[in-house]
Structures are given as C-alpha cells and as structure tokens.
C-alpha cells in the first residue's frame, strides 16, 4: 500500500489536535505527536476511540490498517522527518510563534506546515520566519475527522508548490480542501460564524430567545439548507422564478432596516457568561461530553450518507474517499493465482451485531459483496470501465453461515474462481477469522452487462485478459464439495391423523 506522505507531526493534541491525528492515523499515515499535557495521550486516545467509531458507521469500504500513533516528549523528536506538519496549539500568537521557530529548527527544510488557526492571517504566523513560505492556514472544522472542509490559506509569502502539495495530502485524507484566495483574519467560516454567534449573543441578552431557541430555529430550519445547499444557491430557489435578482431585489433593502445589530458586539460580561452558561446547562446538562459527541456524528453521519445518495456536496468528497479508500486496498504484490484470493479484509464493528450478539445476516452479504467487488477491481473493473458503460451485476447468490461471528472478528475474504465463459463468472468466497475459522462461505454468479443497453454482453479487456491469466491456476483448485448445491429439501411432516 502506498502512502502519500511517509509521516505526519501534529503539535497540540487537544480537541482540533486529537481530530487531525485520527484523520491521519486512520488513513493508515504515521502520526508524532507533542503535546505536554499531562493527559495528552488519554484524551488524544479517546477522540481516536470516537473516529474509529465514527468511520467504521460512516464508510462503506473497510478501513485499511491504521498509522502508528506516537506521543514524543520533545517537539523536535516529533517533527524530525516529517512531511507535514499541523499546529494545533492554542489561539496565541506568541505561542504559535514559539512552535514555529521550533519547528524550523528541527524539521525537514522541505516539510510543510499547517496552522489550524481559526482567525490569524498566514502572514501574522510567518512574521520571523527563516522559511515562511512553507507556513499555510489549514482551518478546519470540528470534529475534524468527520467535517471536510479545510480552508487553505496562503499569504503573498507562500509556496505556490507547498499549498498544492499540502492540497493534495488534505484531499489524501479525506478533506475538502477550499484555497481561500485571500488572506483576511479569520479566514471565511468563522467570519460567518462569527456573524451569527454576534446576533445570538444580543438575542440572549436581550432576553428574546435562550439558547435551547436559537438552537432549535437553526436546526428546525436553516441548517438543514446550509448543509446541503449553502447560502447563495438556497436563495436562488428563494427568488422563486424571477431568480437571485429578483431575491436581492426584494430582501436587499431589509439590511438597512433595524433588523440587525451586526456590526455591534455585546460586551461579554460574567453575568451574560453565566446566563449562556446556565441556559446552555438546562438545555444539553443531561449528556454526558462524549454522548452529545456520539450523537453528533451519528447525524453527521447520516447527512453525509443522504449527501453521497445523491452525489451531492459533502457526499460526493465521502465518495471520493471511499474511492481512494478501495485504491489503497489493493495488494502491492500480485497473489498468487493458484490458491484463493485473499482480496478482501473487515473488521466486525459493534453496529453490525444483532439482538443474539452475532455478525447479523444481510452484514454478511456486505462483506461478501465487498469482496466481490474487490475481486472484480482485481481483475481490472475500474471506473474508466464502469464509465464506458460495461459493468456486473450479481444474479444469484448462495450463502451458508459456519460460525457465530462476534464483534471485533477480523475477517479475511478468500475467493476461488470455480469458472466462467463470455458473460458470465461464478466464484466462490470463503470468510474466515484470523485464527482460519471458516464463518461463512458464499457463492454467486455474476453476469457481464452492457449499462446503457441494459442487456448482458461479453466480457472486453482488460477483463477478459486477466481472467484468462488467472484461469490455468484457479481453475486447479478443487471447488468445495458444497458449490452448486441448493438448500436441502427437508419436506414436510406427516400430517397428524384425526
Ligand atoms: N476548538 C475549535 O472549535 C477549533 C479550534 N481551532 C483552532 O485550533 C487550535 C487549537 O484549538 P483547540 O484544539 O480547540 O485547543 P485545545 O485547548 O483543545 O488544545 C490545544 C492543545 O495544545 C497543547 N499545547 C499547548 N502548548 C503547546 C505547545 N507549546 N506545544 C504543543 N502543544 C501545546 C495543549 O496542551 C492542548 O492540548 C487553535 O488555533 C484554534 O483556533 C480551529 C478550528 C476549530
Ligand atoms: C469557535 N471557532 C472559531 C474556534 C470555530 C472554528 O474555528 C471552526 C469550527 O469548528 O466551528
């Protein structure tokens, strides 16, 4: 498996450190991480405890194996020798000053570094720099293992080269890296954050909403358009038929009216604090931390999953991460085409277990279907071939459950050709745990399609070339005594005599 970057150092493992570090780590990068907190490691644990929870819910591909996690005493043993390198440490200029004169002094000169700085421009950061042109704003957003966008922020100082490069291994990971074209203090999110958390400040104070409110007007209503749609393109379809013109037209002069307080900011006072404090108590005191977090990406979660139905926004860069996910999936070295094929890996989560604590059934069929999937990748159906308009559907299938598959069970798929002609390919699985066990076989026929036609058609190269290299080899493996065999007539019982 080749990986992007060899190493990553991510400096600060707080709540947006922790985040970067299991986006790192789960994408199977290396991570060195430093940060003297005394608890570092624990809470750093934790949020990785929370993203494997969360990736294993939220993608349909199995997640490779993960990079090593490091926790390094001294920052400079943590950057030496890394490609890239995030700073997550708190919101302080001095302090990210600091970091960053230990960190040229310690790193690779050809390392990238990153500041995950919600508000300082890239110049402010590189001010006293050897090399600033290496220093970018990389702002994420919280939970950063699940939300994807970055904003990427140069200065006229930066790289050109650097913020491709850096581009690239964010997109690497997972991200949506957004090039913010130019520098301004706090960047473009959290000037639009800022706005609304202003005018709910007043609307506190005020006494005219508490926060249970205002959280329940931006969930019930808006926020469920910002997710999918934004701001502008939601007030496009706001200006019915006449259009955005017609929108601004109408809704342009209410800026001037006394609708807002925008530009003003209430002082925050300890009596407002305690006000937000308490309200913020009465309306979410009942959850634990890490219970709301759960919740949190189990929404998230499901958004994305709409998103990607519809190959829209944020589902479409989930997409493109489960495609580079499957990439990655593929061995480095050929296997060999005289025993089954080991193609295909996953790991039992909890939320696939049923009510009798095992694997339940149609989890079975997935992880079957993944591996058929990885099979065909193997032999050479990619997108371009998909794109073409040829592809395979299975059209029947024959499973046989062996074992109580628990959760945590690591399952490898092993696939035996059993034969095939011009349109069609049987082959069969054999799941088994990392001790061999066998739990489960399966054994189905696939069948050649022309998509566009909607008809079957033969196979085309590189398919037909590389079952043909395959087939003296699998073609010598004995196919199990169960194939071809239907589910056992067991009739029926006597009839009771009256
Ligand atoms: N919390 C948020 O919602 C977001 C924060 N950010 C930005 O991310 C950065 C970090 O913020 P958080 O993670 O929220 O703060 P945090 O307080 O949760 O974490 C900061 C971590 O840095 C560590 N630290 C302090 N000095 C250090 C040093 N010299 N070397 C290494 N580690 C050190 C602390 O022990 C702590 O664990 C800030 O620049 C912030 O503006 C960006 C996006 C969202
Ligand atoms: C509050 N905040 C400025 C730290 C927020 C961010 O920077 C982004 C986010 O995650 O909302």
């Not at 707080?14 to 994408?27: E, P, Y």
């Not at 019915?240 to 003003?264: C, N, R, S, V, Y």
């Not at 999936?329 to 295909?344: R, T």
């Amino acid at each position: 498996m080749s990986q992007i970057i060899t190493k990553a150092a991510c400096i600060g493992g707080g709540v947006i450190g922790g985040g970067w570090i299991a986006r790192f780590a789960l994408s199977g990068i290396d991570v060195a991480v430093h940060d003297p907190h005394p608890e570092a490691r624990r809470i750093v644990e934790e949020v990785l405890e929370g993203a494997r929870r969360a990736w294993d819910r939220m993608l349909s591909v199995p997640r490779g194996p993960e990079g090593r996690v490091t926790f390094h005493d001294t920052l400079a043993e943590a950057v030496a020798d890394a490609d890239y390198i995030q700073e997550s440490v708190p919101e302080r200029l001095d302090l990210k000053h600091k970091v960053f004169a230990a960190i040229e002094a310690a790193a690779r000169p050809e390392a990238l570094i990153g500041s995950s700085t919600s508000g300082f421009k890239p110049s402010e950061l590189q001010a006293g720099m050897t090399h600033p042109e290496r220093l970018f704003v990389a702002h994420p957003f919280n939970p950063v293992y699940l939300v994807p966008l970055v904003e990427l922020v140069g200065s006229p100082a930066s790289d050109e080269a650097a913020l491709t490069r850096a581009a690239e291994i964010q997109r690497e990971i997972g991200m949506h890296p957004l090039r913010v074209r130019k520098e301004i203090d706090a960047h473009i999110g959290d000037r639009l954050l800022e706005a609304v958390w202003r005018e709910s400040l007043w609307l506190v104070k005020d006494d005219v909403a508490t926060t249970e409110e205002i959280d329940d007007v931006i969930r019930y209503s808006f926020g469920l358009r910002w997710a999918q749609m934004g701001l502008f393109e939601t007030y496009r379809i706001a200006g019915g038929e006449a259009g955005m013109k017609h929108f601004i037209e109408q809704f342009g002069p209410a800026l001037e009216w006394p609708w807002t307080k925008l530009m003003d900011v209430p002082e925050m006072t300890d009596a407002l604090a305690t006000k937000i404090g308490d309200q913020s108590d009465a309306q979410s005191g009942q959850h634990s931390l890490r219970e709301l977090e759960r919740i949190r990406d189990d929404n998230l979660i499901g958004i994305f999953q709409a998103l990607k139905q519809n190959d829209w926004g944020a589902g479409q860069t989930l997409s493109a991460m489960e495609a580079r996910m499957r990439d990655r999936a593929v061995p480095a070295e050929a296997p060999d085409p005289a025993a089954p094929l080991a193609l295909h890996r996953a790991t039992v989560p909890a939320e696939w277990l049923d009510y009798n604590g095992h694997m339940t059934e149609h989890r079975y069929l997935q992880v079957f279907g993944d591996a058929t999937d990885a099979f065909l990748a193997h032999i050479g159906m990619d997108a371009g071939y998909m794109g073409a308009g040829r592809s395979v559907y299975t059209v029947e299938s024959h499973l046989r459950h062996l074992a109580e598959t628990g959760p945590g069970t690591a399952l490898t798929v092993r696939t035996t050709v059993l034969g095939h002609d011009a349109k069609r390919i049987r082959i069969h699985h054999e799941m088994v745990d990392a001790a061999g066990q066998v739990q489960a076989t399966a054994e189905h026929m696939l069948m050649h399609v022309d998509t566009k036609a909607g008809r079957a058609a033969p196979m085309e190269a590189p398919l037909t070339d590389r079952l043909a290299a395959l087939s003296p080899g699998q073609r010598g493996i004995a196919a199990p005594g169960h194939a071809g065999r239907p589910i056992r007539d067991i009739g029926w019982p006597e009839p009771e005599a009256e």
